[in-house]
């Protein structure tokens, strides 16, 4: 089994992806709280388990080694026992316990599972006031008891993100980049990470591009490998041009990246648009999806090294979209196939749905949500191969087959 992480394109034969099966996780999605969980729905998690099992069933099919996110942390504690106990107090300071008193008492009860899938998944779920024992003493005042009320009945938020592993931490080469996330609900998930990239005896050794301590927010789904010496990176609502810019100055100046250049994308401010792959992915060596609502549209960066160790230049690109893209990528021409056909409404529908969200296992095979028909037909017109997936609870997350996925390791093309 090979160790570390090899990741230089989007299209490369996907030989290993880590995913993480949805949990209890969904269990704990309170539906007055979902907007702050940033959801928009409940999913029913047991047939958005199914869903996710097909899927990777669909990529195991490929020939794809599939890790499970909550896997790799366990085999961590496992080979690392006193990584649990550093992993649970970072964990405590960050879970926004509702209630001085639940500190002592959460402690106790995730101490007593014993198991540490078991540990690592209900860190996940997150914990309901009704889990935890709360010792009446003397010195507990009434006072106290009533500041640790509040109207949620969760102590600690669940992390129902969690299945789309694309975010939290990108790889860009043989590194990765561990983010900060631009939420405190999602920012938690990228402890997970840490501990992974920290302690893992397959991926402690990786070089790290960006630290979740970094002072700006970015995010995976923002990040695509075009190339081995080209990366791009949305500048949107998740991930600050400031993030770029300490990005660019670790991997041209601080580390042993080969990555030479990298774009900039600006795209709308938008829940349709969050990051840079809900606008467009690479799908074959010259073929993208793309939102047609942002065609034409996009002002692109172009980011090298300066002059002096440390300085990173920037310049506006004057060209189109298309022409940007063939340049990057080093054919003659691309072609930018529309989510929705085009469509206006099939567009918007299917774009809400992750249309222009395809994951690649090869060049010229995609997966794809099942359910976004119009999109889908347009695919199989201009000579893609399919692996369709059903999608009716997991889409409920506002992610596709590429937010639940992060590969470990592509070929090169």
Same mark, same amino acid.
């Given at each position: 089994m090979t160790k570390g992480l090899h990741v230089t394109s989007e299209i490369g034969t996907l030989k290993k992806v880590c995913l993480h099966r949805p949990g209890e996780e969904l269990l704990n999605l309170p539906p007055d709280e979902l907007e702050r969980l940033l959801f928009d729905d409940v999913p029913f998690?047991?047939?958005?388990?199914? &869903? #996710?099992?097909?899927?990777?069933?669909?990529?195991?099919d490929q020939g794809v080694e599939v890790l499970y996110l909550e896997e790799l942390v366990a085999q961590v504690f496992d080979a690392v026992p006193e990584a649990r106990d550093e992993f649970l107090d970072q964990y405590l300071q960050e879970a926004g316990i509702k209630g001085k008193l639940f500190v002592p008492a959460v402690r106790e009860k995730l101490n007593s599972i014993k198991d540490n899938l078991e540990f690592v998944k209900k860190t996940m779920?997150?914990?309901?006031?009704?889990?935890?024992?709360l010792p009446?003493?003397? %010195?507990?005042?009434? =006072?106290s008891m009533v500041n640790s009320e509040s109207e949620s009945d969760l102590i600690i938020d669940p @992390?129902?993100?969690?299945?789309f592993t694309r975010d939290p931490f990108a790889v860009v080469g043989t590194g990765v980049n561990l983010n900060r996330m631009y939420s405190v609900t999602r920012n938690r998930e990228t402890l997970y990470g840490k501990f992974i990239f920290k302690y893992h005896p397959d991926y402690k050794d990786v %070089?790290?591009?960006?630290? $979740?301590g970094s002072a700006f927010h970015t995010e995976g789904g923002d990040v695509l490998n075009i190339n081995e010496k080209t990366l791009a990176v949305g500048i949107s609502q998740r991930t600050q041009a400031a993030a770029i810019d300490v990005m660019a100055q670790n991997i041209f100046w601080n580390s042993d990246s080969k990555i030479e250049r990298i774009l900039a994308f600006d795209i709308p401010v938008s829940r349709a648009f969050m990051h840079l792959d809900t606008v467009f992915t690479q799908i074959d060596y010259d073929k993208f999806t793309i939102h047609p609502a942002i065609m034409g549209t996009l002002r692109v960066y172009d980011l090298t090294a300066g002059k002096n160790p440390g300085d990173v230049s920037i310049k506006v690109m004057e060209d189109s979209?298309? #022409?940007?893209?063939? =340049?990057?990528?080093g054919q003659p021409a691309v072609k930018l196939i529309p989510c929705g056909g085009g469509d206006p409404i099939a567009a918007a529908r299917e774009q809400w749905n992750d249309g222009s969200n395809t994951l690649c296992v090869s060049p010229g095979k995609i997966c794809v949500y099942q359910r976004n028909t119009v999109t889908n037909d347009v695919l199989y017109?201009?000579?893609? &191969?399919?692996?369709?997936?059903?999608s009716a609870e997991l889409s409920r997350g506002r992610g596709g087959p590429r937010c639940m996925s @992060?590969?470990?390791? $592509? &070929?090169d093309i």
């Open positions: 998690l047991e047939v958005a388990q199914q &869903e #996710h099992d097909t899927f990777a069933q669909t990529l195991r779920a997150g914990l309901t006031k009704s889990e935890v024992e009446l003493t003397s %010195s507990v005042t009434l =006072d @992390m129902p993100n969690l299945y %070089s790290l591009y960006y630290r $979740r979209l298309e #022409h940007i893209l063939a =340049d990057a990528t017109k201009e000579g893609l &191969e399919l692996l369709v997936v059903p @992060m590969p470990f390791w $592509r &070929e």
